[in-house]
C-alpha cells in the first residue's frame, strides 16, 4: 500500500507563492523509476496536468504556469515539489500528486495524493 500525503496549500495574495510537498510512504518498489505529476482541479472542470517530472529529471509544464512554476523531486525523501510563484486568482485549486509508472506486464502503477487547496486571492 502505497500512501501520498500533500502540504503547502493555502491563501496567499496575488502575486505571492507557495510550495507544495508531496511525500510517499509505504511499499515503493524504486520510486526513482516513476514518475510525479502535479495535477490541479476546480469546481466544474476537468483535472488538468499542471507539472510533471521524469525518473530521469526531465520536466514539462502546462502554459500557464511556465515561468511561475517550477516541479522538483528528491527521490531519497520519495518527496515532489511544486514551487509556485507569481501566483494569479486563476492557479486558485486543489492541487493534487499523482505518482506514475507504466508497466508492459499488467496496469500502471497509479498512486494520488488526497489534495491541498490554493486559494489566491486579495
Known amino acids: 500500500q502505497v500512501q501520498l500525503v500533500e502540504s503547502g496549500g493555502g491563501l496567499v495574495q496575488p502575486g505571492g507563492s507557495l510550495r507544495l510537498s508531496c511525500a510517499a510512504s509505504?511499499?515503493?518498489?524504486?520510486?526513482?523509476?516513476?514518475?510525479w505529476y502535479w495535477y490541479r482541479q476546480t469546481p466544474g472542470k476537468e483535472r488538468e496536468v499542471v507539472a510533471w517530472?521524469?525518473?530521469?529529471?526531465?520536466?514539462d509544464y502546462r502554459d500557464p504556469v511556465k515561468g511561475r512554476f517550477t516541479i522538483s523531486r528528491d527521490n531519497a525523501l520519495k518527496t515532489v515539489y511544486l514551487q509556485m510563484n507569481s501566483l494569479e486568482p486563476e492557479d486558485t485549486a486543489v492541487y493534487l500528486c499523482?505518482?506514475?509508472?507504466?508497466?508492459?506486464?499488467?496496469?500502471?502503477?497509479?498512486?494520488w495524493g488526497q489534495g491541498t487547496q490554493v486559494t489566491v486571492s486579495a
Open positions: 499523482n505518482l506514475w509508472k507504466f508497466r508492459d506486464n499488467g496496469p500502471a502503477l497509479d498512486f
Open positions: 509505504g511499499s515503493i518498489f524504486r520510486i526513482d523509476d516513476m514518475r
Open positions: 517530472i521524469s525518473a530521469g529529471g526531465r520536466t
